[in-house]
């Protein structure tokens, strides 16, 4: 290790570099970290139950997915077109979620780190 090295790690980060680990101690980024597990964790886990639910209704209650609603048409053929469905909103309501909650603020972080970096 030169003495460059030594008094620049001693000191923080190089002039002219960003200190990442101030970035992610930040409370700017912290809230941002706080509102996107905020949505994703509990959507995630909602998807996963109602996916469980379909595999676990056409697995054990067949004869109830067999139950026809319309023609050749079930509940189990309208559950599992539901899953795409619910994955289209799922995507539609993080793409609003995103732009309303998350875009200002991560835009805020990047330019005070681009003001402040390199």
Request: aromatic share 12%; glycine share 8%; no cysteine.
């Amino acid at each position: 290790m030169s003495t460059t090295e030594s008094e620049n790690s001693a000191d923080g980060p190089p002039p002219g570099t960003t200190d990442w680990a101030a970035v992610q101690a930040s409370s700017d980024f912290q809230q941002l970290r706080k509102r996107l597990r905020g949505f994703v964790f509990p959507v995630t886990a909602a998807f996963l139950a109602w996916y469980l639910l379909y595999v676990l209704l056409a697995s054990f209650a067949s004869d109830f997915m067999a139950t026809p609603v319309l023609g050749n048409i079930n509940l189990g053929l309208i559950f599992g077109l539901l899953q795409f469905v619910s994955t289209f909103a799922i995507t539609i309501a993080y793409v609003r979620f995103a732009g309303n909650t998350l875009d200002p603020l991560s835009s805020k972080i990047r330019d005070e780190v681009e003001g402040s970096g390199a």
